[in-house]
């Protein structure tokens, strides 16, 4: 199918369009699932298809097709372009892109382990033993009556192509483990935690995560909560906020209000807008502690790539740097009207998605301090290490974030467990509460869903421990 | 090749490469959709696809399969992986095998509409429609999606399952922004052109906006709240997806051992209905070829049943509720039954409360317990002495779905078909009346 991608752009070329572009995927993934020690189901998707794209007088047009015909891709670059040219009439400004350099390169991501090396068997023994583990009330502790444990294991090859000269080849492996953990303890109700790993890389990085391991402490932890944690304070307090926290914070409140689309209001009537205008570059929003960034080129990371999905080459986007807005995500619609380069954040979520803005791995840096030395300075507090329930509203001003495992801090000491500390804070005073933050760097593996349809796109989000001051843990009272 | 001679296809080949049972949903769809913000298309979108969905068991070992590639050896080599992999699998501990046909499957009317896939660059004319219908009513921006899809689905058991639905389904949604945060949203959607009324819902999308401006901060505290269509959808939809016999046995509900005893307020009854004329979801079968019907999940207020595919009815000593899902049961059309009184009526029931249209970004502190909070926007206003009288803003809805349901204290008479991109468990639809939940609660940000 590579010839009709080709052929896609070169036939909307000579059809009128200014611009052109396809991109040919193929997604062969395998899925295992294990509910309450039950095999359910393994599965397999295996998609090719091509999304196609056109600028024509100044409008934009999106087809895919996952047929190899070629008087389908006919037909369906005429449609592209017909109705493209057919939206200029509700056009008050004419479509741009920014001027990118053309490239022509071919990247990869070698697994050292292929998937298809390891056994369906092993896989699904994998998950069974994990399974056993966390329903042994012997082992972790607690009674775990529900389990839930997803295997999703991906192999995505693209080939883009455009009218301007570029072609971008590549190859990459992805794996995600999903694990929904419900444990129960009489008199004290429920507890559920969800465990997520996700990196582009080959099955050596299952065998690195310890997955029986990771799951057994995770619902020893659940039990821990349920039969220890006492209730929450309220009220003014410090906090500090563990790596897990402080990855979906930033994800949540700089990620995705810095995303340009959100900023020109292009997402507002699904996603939303942003809180955050295109003036308020260079304004201070937070201490000087806390830079962000967002930065594809992560290797193994689960949001990797080396070129996004116009063929701009991937590069470390500073979104916050030492407290100031620094820099927006941006594709190459946006870029052109804050007269910038595109910063490569165009992905797609398939060969039938037209690529939108979207992070890749977002995380704080981490700063000087050890844990220890950011306990030690709080006299009463809670340090949520990891969180339950979240939102944030749609212009990512107005956010809230519920602790799963959470300790009390009295005289810079960590002391017992509490249960279910609500934070809830608007975006500008959190950043401006932060006042230090640690050595440690820690991610998390999400599928961050935006757009319409939605797209769901592999991302990490990560950061060091963070400690505010003189925020108040919230609640009904 | 058509769908149906790719579902026939591949379930005889995979009978011969040694499968026990097989069944294929086989689909080409088309559909067009045009995204639009600030007043302007932003993209044209159009798909064109075909692909196969297969279930292949053998000695009580399950696989599931989607593939693009349809020909003939592409198919041939899927089943070949198939048959490897089904090798290695662990036998289902509650297995159960397809249910056996041949079934008559009963047309459901108004289905579909063959203006829709004629609409093309039509399309464009109704978002530009509806614009300029949210405008007149208050708006400054408009962005919004048309969604209109042609679709045929064949599918085929080796049961002796065997049939063909062919849908059109048309959908748009509206959002209105007026000033500064203030925001409205309207939908309209259906399976045919009748009832469509794109000018209705871009009216009713600016009016809210234009309603919402100079918001006052909403305050932390429990509400007596009414629900607008939208939001009582996604509270919906939840209980549908929490009513999966699935969902229920991983821990993601908060419905499990709670069958025929009293959920709800006593005058709530909701169902499925597969069958719905119109329905974005309707069927006439299916995953597994059952006929499909009516499963009432609630009646006055008693949960009533869950939803069943083979493999979870035969774990609960039940009969499926023909919704399959092969692995994950789930609704088809949402149905809540009206109550007696218009929606003015429900507003004046309320002294002091609010009124939320819409509710996004649901998340579970515990699916198991129904703890949860969402977002509250595109309309949000306190009522006082029965009337709604100023926009506020800044609100999260932080309940329980247990204590909601039970909350709730009166519905309106009309209900209407919704659709919603935030469907927290994918139900195509929910057809509802106001609802009106007292002692809800709501929190706001601290700092």
Redesign the interface.
């Known amino acids: 199918m590579k010839d009709l991608a080709d052929f896609a752009v070169e036939h909307a070329m000579k059809l009128g369009a200014e611009y052109a572009e396809a991109r040919l995927q193929s997604d062969i993934g395998n899925v295992y699932?294990v509910?309450?020690?039950?095999?359910?189901?393994?599965?397999?998707?295996?998609?090719?298809?091509l999304g196609i794209r056109v600028l024509i007088g100044g409008?934009?047009?999106?087809?895919?097709?996952?047929?190899p015909d070629k008087d389908?891709v006919d037909?369906?670059v005429r449609?592209?372009v017909?109705?493209?040219k057919?939206?200029i009439?509700?056009?008050?400004?004419p479509?741009r892109l920014s001027a990118e350099k053309a490239v022509e390169e071919r990247w990869e991501v070698k697994p050292m382990i292929p998937f298809e090396d390891v056994?369906?068997?092993e896989k699904?023994e994998l998950l069974?033993d994990i399974d056993k583990i966390t329903s042994s009330s012997k082992e972790v502790g607690v009674s775990v009556?529900?389990?839930?444990f997803e295997l999703i294991e991906s192999n995505t090859e693209k080939y883009f192509v455009n009218s301007e000269g570029t072609a971008v080849s590549s190859k990459i492996p992805r794996v995600l483990f999903f694990g929904?953990?419900?444990a129960h303890e009489k008199d004290k109700?429920?507890?559920?935690d969800t465990i997520e790993k996700g990196e582009s890389r080959g099955w050596e990085a299952v065998k690195e995560w310890n997955l029986i391991d990771h799951a057994r402490e995770r619902a020893k932890t659940l039990g821990k909560i349920l039969k220890t944690a006492a209730k929450a304070p309220k009220g003014k307090i410090d906090l500090i906020l563990g790596n897990q926290v402080v990855g979906l914070v930033v994800h949540e409140s700089v990620g995705h209000p810095y995303e340009a689309d959100r900023i020109?209001?292009?997402?507002?009537?699904?996603a939303g807008?942003s809180f955050v205008t295109r003036d308020m570059l260079g304004k201070r929003i937070g201490t000087e502690v806390v830079t962000v960034v967002d930065d594809p080129t992560l290797k193994n990371s689960y949001g990797h790539y080396l070129y996004d999905d116009e063929g701009v080459p991937a590069r470390r986007r500073f979104l916050m740097k030492e407290g100031v807005i620094n820099e927006f995500l941006h594709n190459r619609e946006t870029a052109v009207e804050m007269r910038v380069s595109s910063n490569a954040a165009a992905r797609a979520s398939g060969f039938?998605m037209?690529p939108i803005i979207r992070m890749a791995n977002t995380f704080m840096l981490p700063g000087d301090y050890i844990f220890e030395e950011i306990v030690k300075d709080v006299r009463f507090g809670v340090y949520m290490k990891t969180f339950?329930?979240?939102?944030?509203?749609?212009?990512r001003y107005?956010?809230?974030f519920?602790g799963r495992e959470c300790y009390l801090i009295e005289k810079g000491e960590l002391k017992g467990m509490v249960r279910?500390p609500?934070l809830?804070?608007?975006t500008p005073?959190f950043y401006d509460?932060v006042d230090a933050v640690d050595k440690s760097l820690k991610f998390e593996a999400a599928t961050c869903g935006k757009g319409?349809?939605?797209q769901g796109i592999p991302v990490w989000h990560g950061g060091p421990n963070v400690r505010l001051r003189n925020?108040?843990?919230?609640?009904?009272? | 090749m058509e769908t149906r001679e790719i579902s026939s296809f591949i379930v005889d080949e995979g009978l011969r490469s040694g499968a026990d049972e097989i069944a294929v949903i086989a689909t080409h769809g088309t559909a067009?959709?045009?995204?639009?913000?600030?007043?302007?298309?932003?993209?044209?979108?159009?798909?064109?696809?075909?692909?196969a969905s297969i279930l292949l068991k053998k000695d009580k070992?399950?696989?599931?399969?989607?593939?693009?590639?349809?020909s003939k050896d592409g198919i041939r080599g899927?089943l070949k992986?198939?048959m490897h992999?089904v090798k290695?699998?662990?036998?289902?501990?509650?297995y159960a095998p397809l249910p056996e046909g041949p079934f008559k499957y009963q047309t459901i009317q108004g289905l579909y509409d063959e203006r829709i896939p004629k609409l093309?660059?039509k399309n464009?004319d109704y978002?530009?429609a509806t614009?300029n219908s949210a405008l007149e009513s208050g708006a400054k921006?408009v962005?919004?999606?048309l969604l209109t899809m042609d679709s045929e689905s064949s599918l085929k058991s080796s049961r002796n399952a065997e049939g063909t639905r062919r849908k059109t389904t048309i959908n748009m949604?509206?959002?209105s922004?007026a000033n500064g945060?203030s925001s409205g949203m309207g939908v309209t959607c259906g399976t045919t052109l009748k009832d469509f009324n794109p000018e209705k819902a871009g009216e009713e999308a600016g009016r809210l906006a234009k309603m919402s401006i100079d918001a006052v901060s909403g305050k932390?505290?429990?509400y007596n709240v009414v629900l607008s269509r939208s939001a009582s959808a996604i509270l919906f939809d939840i209980i549908a997806g929490m009513d999966s016999a699935?969902y229920v046995?991983?821990?993601?509900s908060c419905l499990a051992d709670k069958l025929g005893e009293k959920i709800a307020f006593e005058e709530l009854s909701m169902y499925d209905d597969a069958r719905a004329t119109q329905g974005l979801g309707s069927t006439p079968f299916d995953d597994e070829g059952y006929p499909t019907g009516k499963t009432v999940i609630i009646e006055n207020g008693r949960l009533q049943s869950y939803l069943h595919n083979s493999l979870t009815s035969k774990k609960y000593k039940t009969e499926s509720t023909a919704n399959a899902g092969?692995?994950v049961p789930h609704a088809w059309n949402i149905i809540v039954k009206g109550g007696k009184i218009t929606e003015e009526e429900l507003l004046k029931e309320v002294k002091e409360g609010l009124y939320i249209n819409n509710i996004?970004?649901?998340?579970?502190?515990?699916?198991?317990?129904g703890?949860?909070?969402?977002?509250t926007?595109d309309g949000v206003f306190k009522i006082e002495n029965g009337a709604i009288t100023r926009a506020v803003r800044?609100l999260?809805l932080?309940d329980n779905i247990i204590h909601m349901l039970q909350n709730i204290t009166n519905l309106s008479k009309e209900a209407k078909q919704v659709s919603h991109?935030?469907m927290e468990f994918g139900t195509p639809s929910v057809t509802t009346p106001l609802i009106l939940c007292r002692n809800t609660?709501?929190?706001?940000?601290?700092?």
């Open positions: 699932v509910k309450n020690g039950n095999p359910e189901v393994a599965g397999f998707v295996r998609e090719r298809g409008g934009l047009g999106f087809v895919s097709l996952n047929q389908l037909t369906m449609e592209a017909g109705m493209a057919a939206s009439k509700v056009k008050k400004k479509i056994s369906v068997e699904m069974l009556p529900n389990r839930l929904l953990l419900t109700g429920t507890e559920q020109f209001g292009r997402e507002a009537a699904q807008e039938d037209e339950g329930e979240w939102n944030i509203d749609d212009r107005n956010m809230r519920i279910r609500i809830e804070i608007t005073s509460s319409d349809p939605m925020v108040r843990l919230g609640g009904i009272e | 067009r959709q045009v995204r639009f913000a600030n007043n302007e298309v932003t993209i044209t979108t159009t798909w064109d696809e075909t692909g070992r399950i696989l599931t399969a989607y593939i693009t590639d349809v899927t992986d198939l992999m290695l699998m662990k036998p289902h501990k509650s093309e660059e464009i978002v530009e614009m921006r962005a919004g999606t949604m509206v959002r922004l945060e932390s505290g429990k699935f046995d991983s821990g993601n092969w692995i996004t970004y649901v998340r579970f502190q515990d699916y198991s317990k703890d949860f909070s969402a977002i926007r800044g999260r932080s991109w935030w609660g709501f929190t706001t940000p601290t700092k």
